[in-house]
């Protein structure tokens, strides 16, 4: 409310208006606070800014930390590579997180004729700045897959899926296995959790819309052999090979599969 203008004029010399005491300068807060809050506020702001500009970086230290199959991909990324040697040039990653995927590989990659492409089965509604540059250049695309992918026929070499399928039904797996055999040339390689391993977390819940249908190794084969869908068993040699030369196990279950000719 505006203090009316002759209010001084009206109180006497002796006169103190109400509630003065309360804005006397020593209530004012004090300058060690006012300096705390300043110094809160632009770590925020800092730190926003950080996350921005380093999205992907952050992105893959989640996955890193989160015991998902697609975080799997990179400890098992030396011994791809001595699997599929050339096959690794052009690949194809599809699964959540894949604009972190795809930074990764294009880091990794051998030489600058190396090729990541991704496909993001879910919503980006948080998505960082780098990843909204990989969506506008087309490198990574958001698409259902329980539906024909958006690209020809054997557009790459190598595609590798990982925390998606296990999301799936039945119904659309035997519509979404024979597309990454189409649009792969030297097969396809799926990252799966074993049953058991893993309890579903709120976030993924809200995410994926259903919790993860984790299948067992047999399980797996027999849809294989109904969806006439071959393993690749030199690739698979030549990765147990690389694998067991440095002990390594992988948390997942990792699947070798032909593309169709």
């Given at each position: ?82 699997a599929y040697g050339e096959s690794m040039h052009k690949i194809l ?45 087309g490198i990574v695309r958001v698409a259902d897959i329980k539906f ?14 990982s925390d998606a399928l296990d999301y799936l039904s039945p119904k ?90």
């Amino acid at each position: 409310m505006r203090r009316p203008s002759g209010l001084s004029r009206r109180l006497g010399d002796g006169a103190s208006i109400p509630f003065m005491g309360s804005l006397h300068p020593k209530s004012r807060p004090s300058p060690i606070l006012s300096i705390a809050l300043v110094l809160v506020g632009a770590f925020l702001i800092i730190g926003y800014l950080y996350s921005g500009s380093g999205g992907n970086n952050a992105a893959f230290n989640r996955l890193e930390g989160g015991g998902s199959c697609t975080s799997e991909i990179f400890q098992a990324l030396p011994y791809l590579k001595k699997a599929y040697g050339e096959s690794m040039h052009k690949i194809l990653h599809v699964g959540p997180d894949t604009c972190a995927v795809v930074w990764n590989l294009l880091k990794e990659g051998d030489d600058k004729e190396t090729e990541a492409w991704g496909v993001e089965p879910y919503d980006l509604d948080d998505s960082d700045a780098n990843c909204k540059s990989l969506i506008r250049k087309g490198i990574v695309r958001v698409a259902d897959i329980k539906f024909s992918l958006p690209y020809r026929s054997k557009s790459f070499s190598l595609v590798i899926v990982s925390d998606a399928l296990d999301y799936l039904s039945p119904k659309y797996l035997n519509k979404t296995l024979p597309e990454l055999a189409r649009v792969s040339s030297d097969g396809f390689i799926i990252f799966s959790g074993y049953p058991g391993q893993r309890s579903l977390k709120v976030a993924e819940l809200s995410k994926f819309g259903r919790p993860a249908k984790l299948r067992t190794a047999s399980w797996w084969i027999r849809f294989f052999v109904q969806s006439r869908i071959e393993e690749n068993e030199d690739a698979i040699k030549k990765f147990e090979l690389a694998a067991a030369e440095k002990h390594y196990q992988s948390s997942c279950q990792i699947f070798h599969l032909k593309s169709f000719i």
